[in-house]
């Protein structure tokens, strides 16, 4: 018989709990697909005591020992940097493979384990860490390898789609549709990981260090909550025939010369013809723009135990076919060194609502405050509401500093009444 | 400097000049991504005259010289089974990987070329066979290694669909549809192999042999193309709130122990609320469900010369990236070698449309005529039309051969005056 495979997990959360059953469940499967069986050998949890429904014997609360007991593939579903870090590094240095759905530590460290895992001759493999089943990492990196992606857009939190899909449909407010995400499961007790967009911007540095090789941490995205998202937005967008999504963006800006990436994460109006505009409560989505192929999406799953679970078994096939065949996947490699083009720099477009004084002169006055910050209008819609107007305008491209000085300097003016409404805009709308 | 990895491209259509534009335009690129620079060493073509455009001192009439000249990659963008089938079996069986967008080839003889590529350790890649951009062959094959695949439903002819969407949006017959996309290029002067169904049998063979790894060949599946999908079909379905699609349908169907894949291409009613129903014109999209990661779907151009490019360059990369890193990619195990299901043992559901004489009992008479079948009816809705009547009836799912054969003893009953419609059914309808 071949030798096995030799597997630690460490982590037995939702996804763990899931890994394990499926390890079981479809042995035999695997075995074929891998050509040698997968053993196995221990799930490394703090306490032991919580895990009732996986193997006993199997559960040790010593990570370190459990790592350095001769494995071939470590499965990291446990999260977070510390002690993660240092484990899967002690790992990969003793050329062992690793899988990890670990978001906040790819984001972080994931060119330094990849330089580990490189120097050591082992595997290492994340799709799971990016918008749960669907495939999008190997996508990225193999599939269009040979192309040159232009743009990467994504829906990549269920928690946040959830809720602002019920805002949508319903008119509710953030915090009411919050608690119903809280309420039926969608949401943590401390949702701020979500709702203010950390977890989106861990998965746009892993986008985007992946479609442009060039490396990117979490702390280079920027990045806006939904939690200033208000049912007067919504109520703006559904009148311009869009709907808010939060949106992670990855982009190439700049010319030839003097390129640059650009990745942030913030809600945006979306026309609803558009097709991430149809991704609704906690699907995933992904975007993808690429020179030669056109246009892409990739849609699932993004979350949950089972979606979550098969993305780290592909991996773990993947990392132990590998070690079965003494060869190595595809490296990640990051020559390319793009600089990151600060928010304020990027170029993007403004749908803002405002209520003004409705007299002559008034849209001249507004026109101007954009004039003066160099940002030109796209369309503007006027209308009357008794002595005041209410004005629409969303602007053409242009620096994210400059609509934001635009929106300040109407704040500040006489003849603005209200700012009732500014959201970022993405695609063609009207 | 790193030794270059030689290419070979054979054939120098519309894909293949992409390639060797893509190539040339993003050497530097595709260098930093392989780890050596890729060399295109020559291109095989009938008649060198006719390609003004590529470097005319790497155009060569003899293919197999081409081959035989110390090549790493062969790059296949001729088509059809001779004399290409021989010419990759030699590259392979020297060792040399081949990356091909042959889907008839693959289709016919994929197991007999893995098996030589994995005795003499080479690589065979196909990614633009299915689909053209999308990637869909790697994310199964790799990224779901480690799920179990129970369907792909994939809408991947762009012919059959710009004919099918027109016919939907304008109420035009199959002819008129027909001669438009001839008009606008999007159909071939003999458009047999797509509108009748050729050219999605053959995607759908490799298709079901990567999802359940057991051998398909195109000759085991069902293929019905679209030429008799009448305007009063497609009025049917919108009736119905459903859309005509050109569909290839891959399951795992039976009870354990019992288990077959049935593969099958032909038109079918599916409602405007499923996701592949939303897929216009030559654009192709691919559902998959997995057991652990759910509902999965991709989405993008499906031909073309530049996003077919695209794919053949993908798996260009990951070649020799191999051959770089003397490793081998993943194989394609077709250990399950399940049987497949004939068609009139594969479960179904239809749509039928019937004039009927208008008294009472015919309905009963109808319905005695699905029950003597053992199909059980799920909607019935009737129509008065004058002394006629017109029934629409969908059935519960039965196997394909009793609804047929119920249908025929419909037509050639007295109280049935036509069959106005008949229509397999996916999806939920009503």
Chains 1, 2 share one sequence.
């Not at 763990?16 to 035999?28: D, I, P, Y």
């Not at 040979?146 to 946040?160: A, E, F, L, S």
């Not at 640059?260 to 979306?270: E, F, N, Q, W, Y």
């Not at 304020?344 to 003004?356: E, F, N």
């Amino acid at each position: 018989m071949t030798k096995p495979i030799r597997v630690a997990l460490l982590g037995c959360g939702t996804v763990g709990t899931q890994v394990v059953r499926l390890m079981a469940e479809q042995s035999r499967d695997l075995e074929a697909r891998v050509g040698a069986p997968l053993e196995l050998v221990g799930i490394a949890v703090r306490r032991p005591e919580r895990h009732p429904d996986v193997p006993q014997d199997l559960l040790t609360t010593d990570a370190q020992a459990l790592i350095d007991s001769d494995i071939d593939v470590v499965v990291e579903v446990i999260g977070g940097i510390d002690p993660v870090q240092g484990w899967l590094e002690r790992a990969l240095e003793a050329g062992t493979s690793v899988v990890s759905a670990n978001k906040v530590l790819i984001a972080e460290a994931g060119a330094a384990l990849h330089d580990i895992a490189e120097r050591s001759g082992a595997d290492l493999y994340y799709e799971a860490a990016v918008a749960g089943a669907i495939p999008i990492l190997r996508p990225l990196s193999e599939s269009l390898s040979g192309d040159r992606i232009n743009r990467v857009i994504g829906i990549v939190n269920g928690t946040t789609n959830f809720i602002l899909s019920r805002m949508d449909e319903t008119g509710s407010s953030f915090a009411e549709a919050l608690a119903e995400a809280t309420d039926l499961g969608y949401a943590e007790a401390d949702p701020t990981a979500d709702v203010d967009g950390f977890d989106a911007a861990s998965k746009a540095a892993i986008l985007a260090g992946l479609a442009f090789h060039t490396p990117v941490v979490a702390s280079d995205v920027y990045r806006e909550g939904i939690s200033n998202v208000t049912a007067a937005d919504v109520a703006s967008a559904d009148e311009m025939g869009c709907t808010i999504k939060l949106l992670t963006i990855c982009e190439r800006v700049g010319e030839p010369g003097d390129e640059a990436v650009a990745v942030r994460v913030h809600p945006a109006m979306l026309p609803r013809s558009h097709p991430l505009a149809g991704v609704g409560d906690a699907f995933n989505a992904v975007f993808v723009e690429a020179d030669a192929a056109g246009p892409l999406m990739f849609y699932g799953k993004g979350a949950g135990g089972a979606p979550t679970a098969s993305a780290v078994l592909g991996d773990l096939v993947a990392a132990a076919r590998n070690k079965v065949a003494h060869s190595l996947g595809a490296a990640v490699p990051r020559y390319a060194e793009l600089p990151v083009r600060p928010m304020g720099k990027t170029p993007t477009r403004y749908h803002i609502s405002l209520d003004v004084t409705d007299r002559a002169g008034v849209l001249a006055q507004v026109a101007q405050a954009f004039a003066d910050n160099g940002v030109s209008i796209s369309t503007v819609r006027q209308e009357g509401r008794g002595s005041d107007a209410k004005l629409v305008i969303v602007t053409h491209i242009a620096p994210d500093e400059a609509l934001a000085e635009t929106v300040e300097k109407l704040r500040g003016s006489e003849i603005v009444h209200d700012v009732l409404s500014v959201m970022r805009v993405e695609g063609k709308v009207q």
